[in-house]
């Protein structure tokens, strides 16, 4: 809060000098510091009546004068109390360590308060009821520590104690100097101004008080005035701004704000865990397992020829095409399908793709269970069918009054059955390769016919609700799935010759849409060349089954008339009807059948 | 994507399950490379590819100094040949605003249309059919700009505007922080601004006049047309 630097120099200076001489090298230093506006009224005031005898008073007067407008200021003066622990310099409890400038200069004002001879000191300090006692001690401590030449005039530490009166009377709280109220140091120290021989000791005092309300500790803040301008003029020595003394607002609050960061720093935690981060370990995770699963190496060749096909492989064919999903993604889709199916039976699973959501995307597979382990789809449909029931014996019992409606809703079209049709194969989704694979319901041709007419983005979350016009039976899981479905059903395509039907013996001569149910690869396929491919497509059928129209049933395709899909750059023809599969080519008319 | 870091980018991009064959990436390094030179641009985009039945168009363009000025935009069938597009005019909108269905994939196609016209002759008036021909070259010039003024957008700060009026990349632009990558606020439609002037003054005073010189996407109708897509760990994607 002093000028330490200045200071420093005084205090070398000072060994055998003149009193006044000091006084007017520090007053100089003090007019050359940045803190005029308080010394210029001291200086004023003080001029007519001391002259050459600023002393050590400025130094202290600015401070005081500070001081004292800034009782206004949310500082009640309070003793110097619970001194922060950072400024242990302003403690002239302490032992005065000679490192802090501030200390040895503030006690060497003190002291040199002290006319160097002790006995009027203590003279007039015993005269000094009890209270000061504490003050004279510690007095005494410090000038021995300091044996310094004194300085002038108490007269001004009267006039000083005259402003301070009225504003300490107030609000005083000492504990460590002085242990009750100062009123009546003041008052034995107002009648006896202008004493040469109690002036010093009523200097002291009068410092003391000064400096202890300095220290007082602000019940709102815990900052003392004292530390805060021996921080402010500390930060302004060393950066020694222009015009400082416009800009000292803004460096009183600047210092006051750097009290608090400093907690701050120390409070912050240091691990963010960023979404990124979660997912990463997530995908770590998924790269980890595939290394624990090396034991059994028999089994996994095993489930693996079976399940998965080579995904990498896939993905490298069709980049050449321009469509992927970029090496690293594929990688860790792969390694969470494998996940899936190192956790579930299936015969067969396939990357189906990706859809995109606005929240969250889903990586779709398409799983075929293996014969006989079917899933449990059955309860949900006999749910909603005593639902029905029970809503129809509701509304008759109601009737008196209201007529009764003769609308029956169409009875709900019956699912197909699981592992037929549209719910041949049964799919995975999760939002993220790591995540955990969500199986989702099967799909019903009520479904399906709503799906074909709305539009609706996902949002990638399974279990939001799908508003729309006309209504959608489900939530998004469902709508997905039914989606799914239009799009295998329409796009899924195969070589001609690739897929033969089954021949089941004796049930030829049976309705032929039964043996169309399933197919197989044809082990007699050869190939066809890649040139006829790409040049028509003939060569190219659906062997998925269509969805139709009314979705009573799913019929197998025979042609259609889509144009075509170009899905591959060498698919680029416009389209002719195909054929259906190998063995029995049969015509449109037969395609277009509804059954019930 | 600029032509300089095309690679990474489209890395970035293939998110989305549009990728292109390796043969496609190398024939467009080099010959975009070739393209800057040849037309002296500041900077050449890979704008996207557009696709049609027999033939796909891959479309670049090159930017001048000024960032905001009308682009230049090219076209190639393979990647290796450009060639200029004329630049979109509100008379190609509105005529090929007709036309639907998928592109050929030939440029010299042309769509017909038949529009009913007055004509009067002497006293009769009567209408008369009138097949429009319609170059597949305007559809593309048109449907190209609709989509760049529908959502080209750039992030903020990326671009910065100096007081002589033309607009810069801003070199010091390290991306945005992870709280500002989710805002919708802190990216711009990349075009003229058309609502900044409408914003009330209280509004404007927040903006940089620097930095904040076009639209921002928050005041999109419909909201959330553009969903900010964080699947990409390292750094987030804009898509539709």
Redesign the interface.
């Known amino acids: 809060m002093d000028d330490s630097a200045s200071l420093k120099q005084e205090k070398e200076s000072q060994e055998a000098e003149d009193a006044e001489r000091p006084g007017e090298e520090m007053t100089a230093a003090s007019s050359q510091d940045p803190e005029p506006e308080s010394s210029e009224p001291v200086e004023s005031e003080h001029g007519p009546e001391t002259g050459p005898q600023p002393g050590s008073s400025p130094p202290w007067s600015p401070q005081s004068r500070a001081s004292a407008p800034s009782d206004g200021l949310p500082e009640p003066g309070a003793a110097p109390a619970p001194r922060s622990p950072q400024e242990p310099s302003s403690s002239p409890l302490l032992p005065p360590d000679k490192q802090d400038p501030a200390a040895p200069s503030q006690s060497d004002r003190i002291t040199r308060v002290d006319p160097e001879a002790g006995t009027p000191h203590s003279g007039h300090l015993e005269q000094i009821p009890d209270k000061g006692e504490s003050t004279y001690e510690i007095f005494q401590s410090e000038r021995k520590a300091f044996g310094r030449s004194q300085q002038p005039k108490p007269h001004l530490y009267g006039q000083r104690d005259a402003s301070y009166n009225n504003s300490k009377q107030k609000e005083l709280r000492f504990d460590i100097f002085h242990e009750e109220d100062s009123n009546s140091n003041y008052t034995l120290e107002q009648p006896e101004p202008g004493i040469s021989d109690t002036a010093p000791s009523m200097l002291e005092i009068a410092v003391q008080n000064a400096k202890a309300y300095l220290l007082k500790s602000s019940s709102k803040s815990g900052l003392n005035l004292y530390d805060h301008l021996s921080s402010m003029l500390t930060k302004i020595l060393d950066e020694r701004p222009e015009n400082a003394v416009d800009i000292i607002e803004n460096i009183s609050r600047d210092v006051k704000m750097a009290y608090f960061s400093k907690k701050l720093d120390t409070l912050q935690s240091e691990n963010e865990m960023?979404?990124?981060y979660e997912?990463?370990e997530k995908q770590k995770a998924l790269f980890l397992q595939g290394n624990l699963e090396g034991a059994d190496q028999e089994l996994e060749d095993e489930i693996a020829e079976n399940s998965l096909p080579n995904v990498m492989e896939s993905a490298f064919y069709f980049?050449?095409?321009?469509?992927?999903?970029?090496t690293?993604?594929t990688y860790r889709i792969f390694l969470g399908l494998k996940q899936l199916t190192d956790t579930h039976p299936f015969h067969r699973c396939r990357f189906w793709?990706?859809i995109?959501g606005?929240?969250?995307?889903y990586i779709v597979a398409e799983v075929e269970f293996r014969d006989g382990e079917d899933e449990e789809e059955v309860e949900e449909e006999d749910v909603a069918e005593e639902r029905d029931n029970g809503e129809s014996e509701a509304d008759e019992d109601e009737e008196d009054e209201l007529p009764k409606s003769f609308y029956k809703a169409p009875q709900a079209v019956p699912k197909e059955e699981s592992r037929t049709g549209a719910n041949k194969y049964v799919y995975f989704v999760c939002n993220?390769p790591g995540r955990p694979w969500v199986k989702l319901p099967s799909v019903t041709p009520a479904q399906i016919v709503i799906a074909r007419k709305i539009k609706k983005f996902f949002t990638g979350r399974l279990d939001a609700p799908i508003i729309s016009y006309p209504p959608f039976p489900g939530n998004e899981s469902n709508y997905l799935r039914a989606q799914i479905a239009r799009i295998s059903a329409g796009t899924h395509v195969s070589p001609l010759g690739f897929y033969q039907f089954v021949e089941e013996e004796g049930e030829e001569e049976e309705e032929v849409e039964g043996g169309r149910d399933s197919f197989e690869e044809n082990p007699d396929f050869e190939g066809i060349q890649v040139t006829d491919l790409v040049e028509s497509l003939s060569s190219w059928v659906h062997h998925v089954q269509h969805i139709l129209p009314q979705r009573f049933r799913i019929h197998p395709l025979g042609q259609h008339g889509y144009p075509q899909i170009?899905f591959l750059n060498m698919l680029?023809q416009s389209f002719d009807p195909t054929f259906g599969l190998e063995h029995t080519p049969f015509p449109m008319a037969e395609s277009l059948k509804i059954s019930t | 994507m600029d032509a300089e870091s095309l690679l990474l980018s489209l890395e970035l991009a293939s998110g989305s399950g549009q990728g292109l064959s390796p043969d496609r990436r190398a024939s467009l390094l080099t010959s975009l490379m070739l393209v800057k030179r040849d037309y002296r641009y500041d900077r050449v985009l890979f704008w996207g590819r557009i696709l049609g039945l027999v033939a796909d168009y891959y479309i670049a363009q090159g930017l001048s100094e000024d960032q905001l000025a009308p682009r230049k935009t090219l076209y190639s069938l393979n990647c290796m040949e450009w060639s200029l597009l004329p630049p979109a005019t509100e008379e190609m909108m509105v005529q090929t605003s007709v036309v639907n269905g998928r592109f050929m994939g030939d440029p010299s196609h042309e769509y017909e249309h038949t529009e009913m016209q007055k004509m009067t002759e002497g006293d009769r008036v009567f209408e008369e059919e009138i097949v429009v021909q319609i170059k597949e070259e305007t559809r593309l010039v048109s449907v190209i700009d609709q989509i760049d003024k529908a959502v080209a957008i750039i992030p903020r700060g990326a671009l910065f505007k100096t007081p002589f009026g033309p607009i810069h990349v801003n070199r010091t632009f390290d991306g945005l922080s992870l709280s500002e990558a989710k805002k919708l606020s802190s990216y711009f439609h990349f075009k003229e601004a058309v609502e900044l002037k409408d914003k009330t003054l209280l509004e404007k005073a927040d903006l940089d006049p620097s930095l904040d010189f076009m639209d921002s996407l928050e005041h999109d109708i419909p909201k959330a047309s553009l969903d900010i897509d964080q699947e990409d760990m390292e750094q987030a994607d804009g898509h539709n």
Do not use: R, T, W
């Open positions: 960023l979404p990124i997912i990463a980049e050449q095409a321009g469509v992927g999903l970029g690293d993604e793709g990706k995109l606005l929240e969250m995307n993220e170009s680029l």
